[in-house]
């Protein structure tokens, strides 16, 4: 019985540390840490893997294919976002495939981890000004769960005094007190 529960625990430690995109695309990519290394240099750039991630803006279907339109966000040596505060502008990534992105499930604000190689830029406009995106074409994409709101609220209770009242992520209503070790409902 031991046994068992230590294979388990093994297994899911190891499990909450792999990649989120295929190793050997990993393995041959570039990491990136704003996109104007590469639109500073594009002729270097063309052809190359990279690897990064996204906030989605919008996502078209095309004749081409489905294109991404999003804001660049660094990832890790294993695809995982890193901080979602440090962008380095705008890219476009063209999925070109048998299958479609669905606009409705790539949608406004998810977040994704993209391998994509650099084939140039294409001009745009981010509201009235115009703006030259870097393009690439994907190999492969993920697309993160929605993240759930967690709001905390502080609230005064009248008898016991001050407790911590916040929704989890299943929406049940909790409430925590400071001077107690449990939550109750």
Known sequence: M???????????ILSACTPVLKKDLLLQGTFTRSLSEITQNPVSSKGRLFIFGGIIVKTTVTEDG??????????TGRGYLKSLSATGGRFMALFRNKEILDPLIFSEKREITVAGEY??????????????YP?????????????????????????????????DRHYRYRYYDPWGPWPYY
């Open 66 to 75: 489905s294109l991404i339109e999003a804001i660049h966000v660094p990832v």
């Open 135 to 167: 393009l690439f074409e994907i190999r492969e994409v993920y697309l993160w769960p929605k993240r759930l709101p967690v709001r905390n609220y502080y609230y005064w209770q009248p008898y016991y005094g001050p407790s911590w009242y916040y929704r």
């Open 119 to 132: 084939t140039g830029t294409r001009k745009g406009s981010i509201d009235e000004a115009e703006y030259n």
């Open 2 to 12: 031991n046994r068992v529960i230590l294979i388990l625990i093994i297994t899911l």
